[in-house]
């Protein structure tokens, strides 16, 4: 059993539909990453949150909005997304503030997201 | 253009075998390296990691690290069906990015 669990596991949306994606860590970390997952093509890091601040943002579409309220609990939130938009979406976190450590990840079981 | 590069396969390997996995990087200044595993339709899980030059060994599991040559390998000693997987290599680099490679699908023949 992970200590990183997401809500929901499945989700299907239509192009202007608003939901959210849930992500908790049990581990006590200092960091959380959003991970997209597409067929044939590496993991891709999309934002970083370390000690609740966003660190990093690679270059993801305004579409996507992280929120990190506190140290065990980061949203994805998603409006207005495309087709290719429709992945497996990664939660991690790790131990080591961003920057410091090795930052080896943990990562839950993600969320199978399809965009009509 | 910073990549990870690794062997898509399968590599196929003989239950009891050595497997041998590598993956080469392109940052130079890249700090930590890791190895994740990936059954089908499942997360990845960390299986090592290495930052210093030279052998680290875990159980069954040997990682590799030559920052010269800029590759890393994992080594999976009396192979198990249960490590067929997909082998994901990925690199922290010196601006503290973190990048996976594509993954290497490895089966364990038994």
């Known amino acids: 059993e992970t200590g990183v669990t997401q809500t929901p596991r499945h989700l299907v949306m239509g192009m202007t539909n608003k939901k959210s994606l849930k992500c908790e860590q049990h581990?006590?970390?200092?960091?959380m990453y959003w991970y997209k997952q597409s067929a044939k093509k590496p993991l891709e890091l999309m934002f970083v949150y370390s000690l609740e601040e966003r660190v990093e943002n690679n270059s993801v579409p305004s579409r996507f909005s992280p929120e990190c309220p506190n140290s065990s609990h980061l949203f994805l939130h998603l409006h207005t997304l495309q087709p290719e938009d429709s992945a497996l979406y990664l939660c991690?976190?790790?131990?080591?503030?961003w920057g410091s450590g090795s930052n080896e990840q943990f990562f839950g079981p993600g969320t199978r997201l399809t965009v009509l | 253009q910073k990549e990870v590069e690794q062997n898509s396969g399968p590599l196929s390997v003989p239950e009891g075998a050595i497997a041998s996995l590598n993956c080469t990087y392109s940052?130079?200044?890249?700090?930590?390296f890791f190895w994740y595993r990936q059954y089908s339709g499942k997360s990845p899980e960390l299986i090592m990691f290495?930052?210093?030059?030279g052998d680290k060994e875990d159980g069954r599991f040997t990682a590799q690290l030559n920052k010269a040559s800029q590759y890393v390998s994992l080594l999976i000693r009396d192979s198990q069906p249960s490590d067929s997987a997909t082998c994901l290599c990925a690199v922290k680099e010196r601006d503290d990015k973190i990048i996976f490679g594509k993954g290497t699908r490895l089966h364990i023949l038994p």
């Open positions: 581990l006590g970390h200092n960091a």
């Open positions: 290495i930052y210093s030059n």
């Open positions: 991690a976190s790790s131990q080591d503030p």
């Open positions: 940052d130079r200044g890249s700090q930590s």
